[in-house]
């Protein structure tokens, strides 16, 4: 039992990732539609590549989206509009005429114009409520069928241009005055009418949208049926027109029929193995490529994380309305894994993510197209994510790669642009300001998962911090070496390729640790008595071994990222403190302990720590050169970097003899230009 905990701690590593790798596929094909996969690939305009195409069952020829949206259109143009009649009003009305009319006209008038007057009033009430008064000026065309509801029930069947709308009493109030030549009382009548006056129809929107609703329901989204065994193309033939309608709804019929409680366990357990199938290989590019990155839990997470949550964001566009398809910012994937990692284990990873994301869109060949070309563009375009106006150069770019083969795909589908759908463009530009996003999410990114990015890197660069400042105070002549060491190596990584801007901060505070002693080293001895001289000489190694042990607590401290720490811990590998290991060995006939003098390691175990190793180095000893030389440069150079070869501290590195020359060559010229080589004027 014992030996199999300590065999389950020893390989906890990996099967922490076995673990993720279980879960992230799992969570995957769960996203995945639930449906399955027509075998056949084709495209609108294109010839059927496949064998001739018989009908394995019967099925319905299902109409298109546009035959539908016209029927719907048909539909809603001739809908019959509901309005609920108040009964009461016109009794109501007919009572307040009686009353307002005796007192409005006197019985001073004649009489026989009193008694007309009345009757063209009593008519005019007819007239007006005949089909009756709407509440509100409503905005329908004249010609909208009508049906008026008393209680729930039809009382009438009419046309809208029929009911009275609430600006047109005063006409008809004019125009029977007209008719029996009552001008002269027009002002009094209409007054009286007005205050009288009610509406008695008012617009059931509810029952009206409910009625719509019902005659859609009555659409067939079928025309006609095919029997099983019919041709429905044949190999060669042009996917277009009714061909292409019955193949999309021999598509839809058969993804319909597959996804039966029969073999659901089966196509599942399909989807299963196809994403754990990609996902393996990611972790084998990892394994194989990147070790660094395999070996850290952390980031192994990390890009399993994005990977699902970029799927997911997907499907949830997906469910809502395919359209919108283009608004996710899948772009964002590959800045982000190029900002923590490096640019091919970026595409890497974002190619992946896209051919798992075949098996969720609609039209996946062409999307996939799109977003692996875009991916490619976004990996050779952002060089520097920091800088703000490359990143928007970039995206601009990646927008208009989109704009351009979306247009390119359209064409070919359509053979026109006349039918272009534009708003698909605007989804693009949404898609380009999302992708904007990026730094606000690799900052988030760097809180949660403890990573560093270029752009923290430049902040840690900048020599106003609160612990370089201290270390430009404690220690001026230390702070000036890291500077000096700073430019070498980043000239050196520019020359062999590496990361500049990791190798710059990491010289900047390789050694912060001589702060807590900072006499004890030369650069700070400004009065020329050493310390040293009142201390043994293994005292003394101690000291000046200590100081790495000391950046690392101080580092740690001021939470700076490991990635800068390891320059801290690998800057002097497992060298030997010579001048006090030579000086203990001429005062003693003994054999030394090498041990006692040695830095406690590691060895640089990247390309960037042995580039500072070697910078460092130079840099250091170059102090000591007397009326240098070019010659003397060169021979100083190559033994200092040849000594460090033959103590084996760059076998952990993937660095080659080939880049350490160009390194070598590198130092030698900047030593050249740090020391003026140049004739001497006279005085």
Known sequence: MKDLINKLYRNHSLIYKGLLFISATFLIVYLFPKSGKFKYNFEKGKPWQSENLYAPFDFAIKKSNEEIEAEKETIANNAVLYFNLDSIVVNKVKGAYETEFNNVFSDTIPRLDRNLLFNVGKATIEKLYKNGILDQAYDFPDEKPVVILNSRTITEKTFFSNLIKPDAISDVITNSLLVKNLEAYKSSFVSLFFDIIEPNLSFDKSFTDKALQDEYKNISYARGSVERGTLIISKGEIVEGDKYLLLNSLKSEYESQVWSASNYNWILFAYTLLVALALLMLLLFLRKYRQSVFDDNTKVTFIF????????????????????????????????????????????????????????????????????????????????????????ISVGQITLIYIVAYFAFFVIHEGTVETIKWETFAWFILCGLATLFVQPLIYAYEKLFGLVSDVSLLELSDTNSKLLKELSNKAPGTFHHSLNVANLAEACANEVGANAMLIRVGALYHDIGKMKNPTYFTENQSTGISPHDELSSRESAKIIVDHVINGIEIARKNKLPDRVIDFIRTHHGTSIVYYFYMKEKELQDVIVDKLDYSYPGPKPFSKETAILMMCDSVEAASKSLKEPTSTKIDVFVENIIDKQIEEEQFLNANITFKEIESIKKVLKHKLANIYHLRIEYPE
């Open 305 to 392: 994380f994005n990977i699902f949550l970029i799927i997911f964001i997907t499907t949830l566009v997906v469910n809502y309305n395919s359209k919108y398809i283009y608004v996710v910012p899948i772009c964002i994937l590959p800045l982000v894994f190029k900002a923590f990692f490096d640019a091919r284990l970026g595409l890497f990873a974002h190619v992946i993510t896209v051919l798992l994301l075949g098996f969720i869109v609609p039209n996946s060949y062409e999307y996939m197209f799109l977003q692996i070309i875009a991916g490619i563009v976004t990996i050779l375009t952002v060089s520097e994510l920091y800088k703000r106006a490359n990143l928007f």
